[in-house]
């Protein structure tokens, strides 16, 4: 193997951990805007609190090379 193969993993490596960063902080952003919106008080009226915090833990974002934002 030489160092071309060997840098392109490594960033390859780099980039999945980015990637999963980034999806985690737009998940708890998501989270935490729908929690201060009209729609988590219809969840909450609808399906109980439990309820809604399970479905609430549900949403994620998913985000893919090449997605645009």
Sequence with gaps: ??????????RKKQAAGF???FSELMTKNFQ????NSEIWDQMV???????A????K??????KP????
Aim: overall charge positive; hydrophobic content about 30%; charged content about 60%.
């Design 19 to 21: 990637e999963k960063k």
């Design 45 to 51: 009226a609808e399906f109980g609190k439990e309820k």
């Design 53 to 56: 915090e399970q479905l609430l």
């Design 1 to 10: 193997m030489g160092k071309k193969a060997r840098l392109k993993r490594e």
């Design 66 to 69: 090449g997605d645009k934002i």
């Design 32 to 35: 935490k805007e729908l929690r």
């Design 58 to 63: 549900e949403c994620k974002a998913d985000v």
